[in-house]
């Protein structure tokens, strides 16, 4: 029988032969979407199969993919298999699509496995996961005003750690956009799997996320756990965090944009604009206004020159509403101190 756990632990290559539209409703980060049929094929012959059941719609798949067609799409799995002969394949359900797509595939003198029961049963055993591991792991929040480096303490040691911000694509702020966000599905079955590749341990490390990462919303049954476990309270001047927003957003933006100052202002401001309504209009056009002062300056970006709209943003939106927070969850805390204290408490952990 088939390990899924060791499947998705080894990040083992997938061929997904689902259809474009399934895969982007969800899918697994070792895998590619290689379809037996595209969007257009899959809905005509599913609507043959309602109409006049099973036999018809299979025999206008094969005259739908035929010819070139077929050719092609075995010669981008022969591809994919000549470089990962490891890979295995599936479907929805492990069906007919596995079946023929497995069937053509041996044409070409090669073999490979695919799935029983498909991605339907890859999908459920990744919810059971994380059902399962986010009830019974002991979890330890990482804490923390924004810029105070919360990540870097997860990477800091052996223990293990989930990264729900990469999982979502997201730093978790208006600011924190990095690119195109996975489907909800997509991002529960990456949480799902960093549950598998981490041992177990005294504690999981994860950082303090609201509910929502940008799009993604954090499961519920891992959000209760969450919000229940202690928390490990990072505390950072003022000045250090201003450094870390600096290199993690503004840098990291220009880098992202190719250096194209105009895009990178702009995504500032629109940044800005969506939580105009909560920071208030005064305070918006104030630190727009340092914006904009900041990205008139010539040359590179430096830390003098963003230092005062970023300090701004800090204590007059982002502390409010963090402190707000933390001060109803205090009796959590179960030690505060800075970067060095907080690493070495945790190296303590058994």
């Not at 990469?166 to 799997?193: D, L």
């Not at 505390?235 to 840098?251: C, H, K, S, W």
């Amino acid at each position: 029988m088939l390990d899924f756990r060791e499947l998705f632990r080894r990040d083992t290559p997938l061929i997904d032969v689902r259809a474009p539209v399934e895969f982007l409703e969800g899918h697994f980060p070792s895998s590619i979407n290689l379809p037996l049929m595209n969007n257009e094929e899959r809905a005509a012959v599913g609507t043959r199969y309602k109409e006049a059941g099973q036999t018809e719609a299979l025999a206008l798949g094969h005259e739908l993919v035929s010819g070139a067609l077929k050719e092609s799409r075995i010669n981008e799995w022969e591809a994919f298999l000549r470089k990962h002969p490891e890979a295995n394949l599936y479907c929805f359900r492990g069906g007919l699509r596995s079946q023929i797509s497995v069937s053509w595939i041996s044409e070409r003198g090669l073999k490979v496995p695919f799935i029983p029961g498909g991605y339907k049963a890859l999908r459920r055993f990744l919810l059971e996961t994380l059902e399962q591991e986010s009830k019974q792991r002991r979890f330890l929040v990482v804490g923390g005003r924004t810029g105070s480096g919360k990540t870097l303490i997860l990477d800091a040691t052996a223990l293990p750690a989930l990264d729900l911000e990469g999982a979502a694509n997201h730093k978790g702020s208006s600011f924190g956009k990095m690119g195109p966000q996975p489907a909800q599905i997509t991002f529960e079955n990456r949480v799902a799997i960093q549950f598998l590749k981490h041992d177990a341990a005294p504690v999981t490390l994860v950082e303090d996320e609201s509910v929502m990462i940008g799009s993604c919303v954090v499961p519920r049954v891992l959000k209760d756990s969450m919000n229940q476990a202690p928390i490990l309270l990072l505390e950072v001047p003022i000045e250090e965090r201003t450094r870390n927003i600096f290199e993690g957003y503004v840098l990291d933006r220009f880098q992202s944009y190719g250096g194209d100052r105009d895009s990178v202002a702009t995504f500032m401001r629109e940044s800005l604009e969506r939580i105009s309504k909560k920071l208030g209009g005064l305070e918006t056009t104030r630190i727009r206004g340092l914006i904009d002062a900041a990205f008139n300056v010539d040359g590179s970006p430096t830390l003098e020159a963003h230092a005062p709209w970023i300090e701004a943003l800090l204590l007059r939106y982002y502390d409010p509403l963090y402190d707000k927070s933390i001060a109803k969850n205090l009796e959590r805390v179960a030690f505060r101190g800075d970067t060095r204290a907080c690493i070495e408490y945790l190296r303590g952990l058994k």
